[in-house]
């Protein structure tokens, strides 16, 4: 007895396209394989592999459709021979348009990676719709098979993993050949049966995900085409399959960019809780909110009180360091005290002066991320490094996550400048020899607005033009991809360097010890940093860094492959695990340049320790950063067990009872306790 198929599968399986998708979606399992610049986990492989499958499914049924489309004649759909034909036409039009274009594209024409990206689709559409409409002729015409899922997804399924075995192979010869760099970054790190079970899940849920899509796209599409027959009142031919896979595609596109920003937006705003462990300003004279200063405390946003209450002092550096050292200045020109930018530079500076800054002998200006956070170890390793006798400025340009502080970053340059200004018009009121000396320090999307400074339009451009703003020096961890001032550099380092001042490095210990009284401007970008590496335009376009193998940064993969969309994917799963820290625990991997900060200030500003003095720091910068995420961890699970009893308290119909300096430890011991004197108030049985 034959098995009965519903309608709607053998509609869907005779469909070309929906074959040549599936053909490309298993084929696109090799690239989501390839290593990218960090390892990623078993759940990251699993939601790559998802994500780039759905992707190169939809791409190529759309693409084939358009090859049909262009081919029929109106009205009409193309037989197996005619889409042998066009198969073949795809296949040696696609390839010569990417091989006469790769060169350029590989040069950074936008315009030559698009053609690129499109000749590749278009031949890979070529190959997996003729391999299709092959099957489809041999099992239908042929054999007579009853068109289902076993004649056709089943053999789509078995080409696609055929033609990813291959690329799997050629990939390993490639490694053998140019040699496995950076072996520590395995494709996948943390296996275990707790990940692998994680994994599958996500890779269970992406099949079927992938399945739902694939049959619902197929169902809209045919709806569209059955609508537009209806309207024009004429069988659309290929030519409606075409326009309506394309429309289905777009809004597939437009649900992923709207789901992508929500998932952003999330993740960027997790962090973002107002803290109960700095509920007040602070009481030293040489810091922002002090005695001395005229900057609210409530004007500085949550990273700025922050920066205030941490602020080191002389004991605490002489403990460390062993010679006699003065209380450091920290200042925030804070982004709510004016919306005028220049008025919120000549508060800030001011508030620099009240807090004794221009007294010190160097002062810094520290660009901060977009929420207003600026590297406490950084600072800290200055401030231990010049045994206190230093200031730093934090002109804050905005109160968000620096995924939506992008668009301020021109704000941010220009209050940085402002600084600046201000800065060098008070010095020059100061004798030449008692003068500090100026900085810069910027991490991330801080160093991204540093070093931007230099490239506002005016008689300088680059290093000049901060020699003109009176900076002596400058450190910049982690450059984002997006800084003018590094693409115009990589593009011209004459232009933006006349003096080949500027030193790129992966780690300090590659530059230069520097002598006494010198500075430089000195860029800290590890390898393997995303953030450096990221870039839009990955979507279609090779980046700087994956040219040809043996031309690689150190740390890049040699045997990896660019291909368009899969590249960008990994590239944005290695952005997320690029940014992944723990306190204390400093390693150089990625966007965490902690274990950088020490031995990069001393070879930017030409400070110095001996050895035993630098082993003291280190040890002291882990430690410290320890002790403040652990006080903030514990304030705000008290807070929120505070929040909690009085919450509780209130149904009870309890009176009014203080317990913001209820000690927990004392709760039982002490006889005249709060909680004690609770005993004749009725609650709950059992409580």
Not at 31 to 45: E, I, M, T
Not at 68 to 97: K, M
Not at 258 to 271: M, P
Not at 304 to 312: D, Q, Y
Request: charged share 20%; with cysteine; glycine share 10%.
């Amino acid at each position: 007895m034959a098995l009965r198929r519903p309608d709607w599968i053998s509609r869907w399986s005779t469909d070309t396209a929906a074959q040549a998708g599936v053909i490309g979606a298993a084929w696109s399992v090799a690239g989501s394989l390839a290593r990218g610049l960090l390892p990623r986990s078993p759940v990251d492989q699993a939601i790559i592999t998802g994500v780039t499958a759905t992707i190169n499914y939809q791409l190529t049924a759309t693409a084939w459709s358009s090859l049909e489309a262009v081919a029929a004649l109106p009205g009409r759909r193309p037989g197996t021979l005619a889409r042998v034909v066009i198969a073949s036409t795809a296949i040696v039009g696609g390839y010569g348009t990417a091989f006469a274009t790769q060169r350029a594209s590989q040069d950074g024409s936008l315009a030559a990676s698009a053609a690129y990206a499109a000749g590749r689709q278009i031949a890979f559409a070529g190959i997996s719709g003729g391999a299709a409409s092959l099957w489809d002729e041999v099992l239908h015409n042929r054999l007579h098979l009853k068109p289902g899922l076993d004649t056709t997804l089943l053999p789509n399924l078995a080409t696609g993993v055929g033609i990813a075995a291959g690329n799997v192979y050629f990939a390993v010869r490639r490694a053998h050949k140019y040699g496995m760099v950076n072996p520590d970054n395995h494709r996948v790190e943390g296996v275990n049966a707790r990940s692998l079970a994680q994994a599958t899940g996500v890779g269970v849920a992406s099949a079927v995900g992938l399945g739902t899509l694939v049959i619902g796209e197929q169902l809209a599409a045919r709806g569209l085409e059955r609508l537009m027959s209806k309207a024009i009142r004429h069988d659309t031919g290929a030519a409606g399959a075409f326009v309506a896979h394309t429309a289905i595609l777009g809004a597939l596109g437009l649900a992923g960019a709207y789901a992508l920003k929500r998932i952003t937006d999330r993740l960027e705003h997790s962090d973002d809780i107002v803290e109960p462990a700095y509920p007040k300003p602070p009481d030293s004279p040489y810091v922002s909110a002090g005695p001395r200063s005229g900057m609210p405390f409530d004007a500085i946003g949550k990273e700025g009180r922050r920066f205030v209450t941490m602020a080191l002092t002389n004991q605490q550096i002489t403990a460390v360091m062993g010679e006699p050292a003065v209380d450091p200045v920290r200042v925030v020109a804070g982004y709510e005290v004016t919306e005028d930018i220049r008025e919120r530079a000549a508060l800030g500076v001011a508030d620099l002066e009240a807090c004794g800054g221009f007294e010190r002998s160097i002062i810094c200006v520290a660009s901060p991320t977009g929420v207003g956070y600026v590297n406490y170890t950084i600072i800290e390793a200055l401030e231990y490094l010049a045994r206190g006798d230093c200031a730093t400025i934090v002109p804050q340009y905005a109160l968000v996550p620096s995924a939506l502080a992008m668009p301020k970053t021109l704000d941010g340059v220009m209050l940085t400048r402002a600084v600046l200004d201000v800065i060098r018009d008070r010095l020059e009121e100061i004798p030449e020899e008692r003068r500090p000396r100026v900085v810069l320090m910027g991490e991330s999307l801080g160093a991204n607005v540093a070093l931007d400074v230099s490239t506002v339009p005016g008689p300088f451009v680059g290093v000049p033009a901060l020699e003109h703003l009176g900076v002596s020096g400058g450190a910049y961890f982690g450059v984002p991809f997006r800084t003018e001032f590094w693409r115009r550099w990589r593009d011209n380092p004459e232009a933006m360097d006349p003096d080949h001042e500027i030193l790129v490095v992966h780690e300090p210990s590659q530059a230069p010890a520097l002598p006494p009284g010198r500075m430089r401007q000195l860029l800290v970008v590890h390898d393997d940093d995303p953030v450096n590496k990221y870039g839009y335009t990955m979507a279609i376009q090779p980046p700087w860094w994956m040219g040809p193998p043996t031309t690689r940064p150190p740390m890049v993969p040699r045997e990896t492959r660019f291909r368009p969309v899969t590249t960008f994917v990994i590239a944005t799963i290695d952005l997320l695990n690029g940014m992944n820290s723990k306190p204390g625990t400093f390693v150089r991997r990625g966007h965490d340049y902690r274990i950088e900060a020490r031995l990069g200030l001393q070879r930017a500003y030409g400070v110095s320790c001996s050895d035993e003095q630098a082993e003291a720091i280190e040890y002291a910068l882990r430690e410290n950063e320890t002790e403040w995420a652990a006080r903030r961890m514990i304030a705000r699970k008290m807070d929120r067990a505070r929040k909690s009893i009085a919450s509780t308290l209130e149904k009870w119909g309890s009176p009014q009872i203080d317990i913001a300096d209820i000690d927990p430890g004392a709760v039982t011991t002490e006889p005249d306790s709060p909680l004690r004197r609770l005993g004749q108030i009725s609650g709950p049985p059992g409580i």
